[in-house]
């Protein structure tokens, strides 16, 4: 199926997840994830309307964004970076989607020219398959990043279980929630985490109804 299709089933499922949340779609960012697909398939997605384009490995990231330079796209990295390899990618990323600790900060803001939007990257089901800090890391964590001007914390992101159990991936979900609540009733100024990252092509019509503004979508989009 070519892409054009395949995201307007996925804008309809999108649509109907927001009806019954009783939310907007235009609350609800589609992040396009071609990690495993060529520049042409990328291209087709492109055309199909997609503008924000995500990533998680270095060289595939930087193949791409040299490839589609100047057009009007955001760029997400949404994979573990090592901090060695930020100077590589930080002046061309829009937002970081995994940062987790706070070795990464320090290098984000010593490599940054100007504010960098990131998403915490939290393991709510606290698999050891999965990075991120534990929901109960995340207040003390954001203390630390108090004097890193150069890092904006935009919202919080995790992964759900591989599950075909809807009721864990709910409370997923439904945790990280209520811990972006728990973040903005402290008021940051270097954190007002708007935004929820949560939801992948197999989860992401639940992840909206608990939820999340900005979700993850590979295979169903690009295969």
Request: glycine share 6%; with cysteine; net charge negative.
């Amino acid at each position: 199926m070519q892409v054009a299709a395949k995201l307007e089933e996925i804008n309809r499922k999108i649509e109907h997840a927001c009806l019954k949340s009783n939310r907007s779609i235009e609350e609800i960012t589609l992040i396009g994830v071609t990690k495993y697909v060529t520049i042409e398939r990328t291209e087709e997605a492109i055309q199909a309307g997609v503008h924000h384009i995500g990533e998680n490995r270095l060289e595939g990231f930087r193949e791409k964004y040299d490839h589609f330079q100047g057009m009007d796209l955001k760029w997400h990295f949404i994979g573990t970076l090592q901090s060695r390899k930020v100077k590589d990618i930080i002046h061309q990323v829009d937002v970081i989607h995994s940062l987790d600790r706070l070795s990464l900060a320090k290098e984000i803001n010593k490599r940054a020219q100007q504010t960098v939007d990131c998403f915490i990257q939290v393991n709510v089901s606290k698999e050891e398959s999965k990075h991120g800090l534990s929901p109960e890391e995340v207040l003390p964590f954001l203390e630390k990043l108090r004097d890193h001007q150069k890092i904006q914390v935009v919202g919080l992101m995790t992964m759900a279980p591989h599950t075909e159990d809807e009721t864990v991936v709910r409370q997923v979900f439904k945790r990280l929630a209520e811990l972006k609540e728990q973040v903005q009733e402290k008021g940051y100024e270097h954190a007002p985490c708007t935004y929820l990252s949560m939801g992948m092509s197999n989860d992401y019509e639940v992840a909206i109804e608990e939820g999340a503004t900005h979700i993850r979508i590979g295979s169903k989009l690009v295969g």
